[in-house]
């Protein structure tokens, strides 16, 4: 790539303050999924992303005497098949269809009250395919 063949923009967008635009590609265009560095591009092709869609069921978790929450959302694929995204406010995401979801949020909510919090409230958006949740008050 050639300088004059890149514009960049100071503009602030989502978390990015510049934005670069490509004037002019050169060979065929590939897709990187989500590297890193650019010595990961020599790799195996990096796994698709999860196109995310609705959410379609969340909960949330305190803790008496604490100032500290936990959430859990589960989040239903765009294309509308059996593919499932939970995402814990601990930093953890797993995917899966309907019944690994249900098993992971379980085990969730298990670590959860174990760890001294209750459920605070939650609701479900509704998903295609049976989601086997339950939320103790």
């Known amino acids: 790539m050639h300088c004059e063949d890149l514009e960049i923009i100071e503009d602030q967008v989502g978390a990015a303050k510049l934005t670069p635009k490509v004037l002019r590609r050169y060979g065929p265009t590939q ?9 990961e591009r020599l790799k195996p092709q990096a796994t698709p992303v999860f196109a995310q869609g609705h959410n379609v069921f969340n ?3 305190v803790k008496s005497g ?10 239903e694929s765009t294309d509308g098949g059996n593919s499932y995204m939970l ?3 601990t930093g953890e995401t797993l995917f899966g269809d309907n019944l690994a979801i249900s098993r992971h ?6 670590d ?8 605070n409230g939650g609701g479900s958006g509704g ?7 339950r939320t103790k008050p």
């Open 66 to 75: 604490s100032t500290e929450r936990r959430s859990l959302d589960v989040f």
């Open 112 to 119: 959860y009250e174990a760890q001294g919090f209750r459920y």
């Open 105 to 110: 949020f379980m085990l969730a909510q298990l």
């Open 127 to 133: 998903s295609k395919h049976p989601l086997l949740l």
């Open 31 to 39: 897709s990187f999924g989500q590297i890193k560095s650019l010595s």
């Open 87 to 89: 995402v814990a406010s």
């Open 59 to 61: 909960a949330e978790y």
